[in-house]
């Protein structure tokens, strides 16, 4: 199967500083990849959809101006969290989806939890 | 109506025992299926797709696919205590050409030993 990183892991920061989250797709090409928040005991949500070389496509209700994405290559998307607040820490998570014939498949990135205190 | 509907459980099944975990979706226009299973703290990892109506087996997992009802299963035969986790169904939606995964909310699973 296609794998796809995230870096970093874990992340703690100070209320109102930046944090920048990665995420590869380390033997593949992605052209698409999609940013999940996740709160303790709820289920994915679905942020946005990254499409190489072109802007992010924001859910409802999620600000593109705090979460700002960019997918500047065939194998990297980032995702910034910008003047981030304790309501902003979360379990983040990114994957890449994988044409296959008739269908496609999405390969998850090992998440980023995000602490803001 | 949430697009993708799933018990949040808990189910808790014994060990050795058939686990049937259930998921209607909304949106008739839905192409595939998935099956993933997390675990506390951990990224979701796919268990199984389905695309065509019917079954389709693979090891311990059977996935069910009703079009006409719009409801996808899940079996897990000869359940393990390692098999306790959420199990979340996802449904892909292509609108205008944008691909999109909706995700139900998950069912948690007990395997008692």
């Known amino acids: 199967g296609a794998v796809v990183s995230q870096h970093p892991s874990w992340v703690i920061c100070k209320s109102g500083t930046s944090v920048k989250i990665e995420c590869r797709s380390l033997?593949?090409?992605?052209?698409?990849m999609f940013w999940y928040r996740q709160f303790p005991k709820q289920s994915l949500m679905l942020m946005a959809t990254?499409?190489?070389?072109?802007?992010?496509?924001?859910e409802q209700g999620v600000e593109k101006d705090k979460f700002l994405i960019n997918h500047a290559s065939l194998t990297l998307s980032t995702l910034t969290v910008t003047s981030a607040h304790p309501e902003d820490s979360s379990f983040y998570i990114c994957?890449?989806?994988?044409?296959?014939?008739?269908?496609?498949?999405?390969?998850f990135g090992p998440g980023t939890r995000l602490t803001v205190l | 109506q949430k697009e993708v509907e799933q018990n949040s459980g808990p189910l808790s099944v014994p060990e050795g025992a058939i686990a049937s975990l259930n998921c209607t979706y909304s949106?008739?226009?839905?192409?595939?299926f998935f099956w993933y299973r997390q675990y506390s703290g951990k990224s979701p990892e796919l268990i199984m797709f389905?695309?065509?109506?019917g079954d389709k087996e693979d090891g311990r997992f059977t996935a069910q696919l009703n079009k006409a009802s719009q409801y996808v299963s899940l079996l897990i035969r000869d359940s393990q205590p390692s098999d306790s986790a959420t199990y979340l169904c996802?449904?892909?939606?292509?609108?205008?050409?944008?691909?999109?995964?909706?995700f139900g909310t998950g069912t948690r699973l007990k395997v008692l030993a």
């Open positions: 994957s890449a989806r994988v044409p296959r014939g008739g269908y496609n498949e999405q390969f």
């Open positions: 033997d593949f090409q992605a052209t698409t």
């Open positions: 990254s499409n190489e070389g072109s802007k992010a496509t924001y």
């Open positions: 949106d008739r226009g839905s192409q595939s």
């Open positions: 389905i695309y065509s109506n």
């Open positions: 996802a449904v892909n939606l292509v609108t205008s050409g944008t691909y999109k995964y909706i």
